[in-house]
């Protein structure tokens, strides 16, 4: 059986540079610069997530209003959902969803990146 691991995601914007220093800033991302094809590459960790960012050009459609058909979102785990909504506020982002239960040892919240991309923040807590 052939075993298949997680390896990327790519995001398409049209300003790299925001777009990486939006997620260094607001969620810790690693930024590495190098160079491909005789042109600037930029990749970022977040969360132990490799997401490669690609420059949009003319063929590129503008970016979806959620519910659509595709990807919807990509999550970031924290140990305190509490900490992570204050911290992401006042850096000023966007929450699509504030803080709510969603079962039992399961707190979910959503906010908005750059190029309208949907980040789910949740918490995990075992159940007694």
């Known amino acids: 059986m052939v075993n298949y691991v ?5 995001l398409r914007t049209p300003d790299i540079e925001a777009t990486a220093a939006w997620y260094e800033k607001i969620l810790g991302a690693q930024i590495n610069r190098s160079m491909q094809n005789g042109a600037p590459r930029v990749d970022m960790k977040v969360g132990g997530a490799n997401i ?6 003319e063929n590129s459609a503008p970016a979806p209003v959620a ?4 990807i919807d979102h990509f999550g970031m785990i ?24 969603l079962r039992p040892g399961i707190r979910i919240s ?3 990146g750059p190029e309208n991309v949907s980040i789910e ?8």
């Open 6 to 10: 997680f390896d990327h995601i790519h």
């Open 52 to 57: 490669f960012l690609i420059a949009t050009d």
């Open 67 to 70: 519910p659509y058909t595709g």
């Open 78 to 101: 924290v140990e305190d959902l509490d900490a992570a909504y204050a911290d992401l506020k006042a850096k000023g982002v966007h929450f699509t969803m504030e803080p709510k239960q």
């Open 110 to 112: 959503f906010i908005r």
């Open 121 to 128: 923040i949740l918490e995990r807590k075992k159940v007694a």
